[in-house]
């Protein structure tokens, strides 16, 4: 099991552009989770998906939007690029139910807006 | 609103001395508390979460409604144990994990 992978591991983006970065759950995991992390900070919540539907939403913009597949494997789209987007962006599954079950993270995707 | 604050940034311990990192919560409610770790090159992970009450790899933390704090701590110090250490909490039915801001921790031999 190759757990939580994520792709592409790193980008580079103009100001303005749009994006997406991919995530494929762990093996038995129907739940995707997105944070960001900014340098020196801990990640922050974005959104949550479970049954192909966004369950919770962090403090993010509209601009921040996803999608989740009937395989699970999730997509998060960043629109109108700003500098500030600048971040690590992980993935974390888990099994449905509760926050409480543990969360798998991925390795990330160092996206930087320039 | 639901808030974790690690307090120390850094922390440098010698092999075999004892280790604490201070987690501090605000939350109106019972939470449900975890340590995350992330090893140098490896992806976060996590360590344990209070409701086991378990001691993985030597490390204990206890939660402490009345200070509203979840310190992790170890005896002993390892070379091993060299990482960044994340404080998160998870509110009742809540599918998020809000994180505090991470405190690095190095042991020298």
């Known amino acids: 099991d190759a757990g939580v992978t994520q792709s592409p591991t790193h980008l580079i983006k103009t100001r303005g552009q749009q994006v997406t970065l991919r995530c494929s759950p762990k093996s038995g995991h129907d739940t995707v989770s997105w944070y960001q992390q900014a340098l020196g900070q801990g990640p922050q919540f974005i959104f949550q998906y479970y049954e192909e539907e966004e369950r919770q939403r962090g403090n993010f913009p509209d601009r921040f939007s996803g999608h989740q597949f009937p395989n699970y494997s999730s997509e998060l789209n960043v629109n109108a690029l700003l500098l500030g987007d600048s971040a690590l962006y992980l993935c974390a599954s888990s099994s449905s139910g509760t926050a409480n079950t543990e969360a798998f993270f991925g390795q990330g995707t160092r996206l930087t807006v320039v | 609103a639901q808030r974790v604050t690690q307090p120390e940034k850094l922390l440098s311990v010698f092999k075999g001395a004892p280790v604490e990192l201070k987690c501090n919560y605000s939350y109106s409610g019972s939470p449900e508390l975890f340590w995350y770790v992330q090893y140098s090159r490896q992806r976060l992970q996590l360590l344990l979460r209070?409701?086991s009450r378990e001691s993985i790899k030597g490390f204990t933390a206890d939660l402490n409604k009345g200070e509203t704090s979840f310190h992790l701590k170890k005896p002993f110090a390892q070379e091993e144990d060299s990482a960044m250490y994340y404080c998160?909490?998870?509110?009742?039915?809540?599918?998020?994990?809000?994180f505090g801001a991470g405190t690095t921790v190095t042991v020298r031999a």
């Open positions: 998160a909490l998870s509110g009742l039915g809540d599918y998020k994990l809000s």
């Open positions: 209070h409701i």
